[in-house]
């Protein structure tokens, strides 16, 4: 026989073991995946608030926080519309060529990112199976004239109008050039679990930016994600993530809207 003691035993918390706390990760992963900068021009950001964190370490945390950050977040995210625009880059990890898939609607919402090592029928049927289990099946889509894109659109959306006329996907390549700009700062991505990370945070953020999350200032995240994602006390978290940080002046003409910062309950 089990005997029940009726204690309660909580998860750890992702931020358990670090030597910062909490608010201080969040808002360096929210810088280094929101703004153009180096990680060592982060380092000296937060050096400046007196706060002395390694270039190295603030890598880590992105790899770590991004994925928790996203995934803690899809619940509250707004559905996508019905207008799709869909295009492919290539990115150099060293050595190698990598295409990055990406979607945004008629908004400007990023729908999905996909990393793949091959342009090819198979990486754009991944990439619209992906992003059609998290929205509506769209009513037009526009691509450039990639020969595999007809046959996966008649495969995966049959009644979707496709549209390849030159320049219409100039709102998607915009978001390309906005990534490409992230990288650069950071002289490339090594591997491509990194990229993979980077690409995806950085899609999160410029979705949170443009208001397509309902993540509000003054009330809690949803339950069902707290439910999912609760590894900490939830009001004292969002508490110590609205509070400036240690040593450091205010940084209310330094930041974005504390929305960000509410995820953090749920890591």
Not at 22 to 45: H, K, M, Q
Not at 226 to 255: C, E, H, K, S, Y
Request: glycine share 4%.
């Amino acid at each position: 026989m089990v005997r029940s003691t009726g204690r309660v035993i909580r998860a750890r918390s992702e931020f358990a073991g670090f030597r910062f706390p909490p608010e201080v990760i969040t808002l360096a992963v929210r810088w280094c995946l929101r703004f153009g900068l180096s990680y060592r021009d982060v380092e000296e950001l937060l050096a400046e608030r007196g706060i002395e964190v390694d270039h190295t370490t603030l890598f880590r945390w992105v790899v770590r926080f991004t994925p928790l950050f996203v995934e803690a977040a899809r619940p509250c995210r707004h559905t996508p519309r019905d207008r799709w625009f869909v295009d492919e880059t290539n990115v150099e990890v060293p050595g190698r060529w990598r295409y990055l898939y990406r979607a945004v609607d008629q908004f400007g919402q990023v729908i999905d990112v996909l990393l793949s090592p091959k342009r090819d029928k198979k990486a754009a049927r991944r990439f619209f199976t992906r992003a059609l289990a998290g929205a509506i099946a769209p009513a037009e889509v526009t691509t450039d004239r990639a020969a595999a894109y007809p046959r996966v659109l008649d495969e995966l959306v049959p009644a979707a109008q496709h549209v390849t006329v030159r320049y219409a996907n100039n709102r998607v390549e915009a978001d390309h050039s906005r990534l490409k700009a992230r990288l650069q700062a950071t002289r490339g991505i090594k591997t491509d679990r990194s990229l993979r990370i980077v690409a995806t945070g950085h899609a999160f953020v410029q979705n949170l930016r443009r208001g397509y999350y309902e993540l509000a200032t003054e009330a809690a995240v949803p339950d069902r994600v707290v439910a999912a994602f609760d590894r900490t006390g939830p009001r004292r978290l969002i508490d110590l993530a609205r509070q400036p940080l240690p040593a450091a002046p205010p940084l209310d003409n330094a930041t974005e809207p504390v929305a960000f910062t509410e995820l953090a309950l749920a890591v």
